[in-house]
């Protein structure tokens, strides 16, 4: 079992910046991928963007060249800074995990609210 610990979330002009980050419970050495999530209300839960153990990226259309994710496996954190902020943007955001087993977990998501 993996606990995922979202921060950062909360309320932003459009245009603003905000940084998420998720804490894992345990290493995340080889851990195949980390990831962010997000919902927004009557939705479906989207990707944002996904790092993989050996660094490679992957965004949603709408995120890139605003968002950036990385992760530390020192730490076992993955974080998501979020520049250029739009309405578009607001919904909850979810940390997600999956190990070499292909196993899931997910955090308990963090609200992202931008203002217009």
């Known amino acids: 079992q993996v606990r995922l610990v979202e921060s950062g979330g909360g309320l932003v002009q459009a245009g603003g910046s905000l940084r998420l980050s998720c804490a894992a419970s345990?290493?995340?050495?080889?851990?195949?991928?980390m990831g962010w999530y997000r919902q927004a209300p009557g939705k479906q839960r989207d990707l944002v963007a996904d790092?993989?153990?050996?660094?490679?990226?992957d965004y949603a259309d709408s995120v890139k060249g605003r968002f950036t994710i990385s992760r530390d496996n020192a730490k076992n954190t993955v974080t998501l800074q979020m520049n250029s902020l739009t309405p578009e943007d607001t919904a909850v955001y979810y940390c997600?995990?999956?190990?070499?087993?292909?196993?899931?977990?997910w955090g308990q998501g963090t609200q992202v609210t931008v203002s217009s």
């Open positions: 345990r290493s995340i050495y080889g851990v195949r991928v």
């Open positions: 790092i993989t153990s050996g660094g490679t990226t």
């Open positions: 997600h995990l999956r190990n070499a087993y292909d196993n899931t977990y």
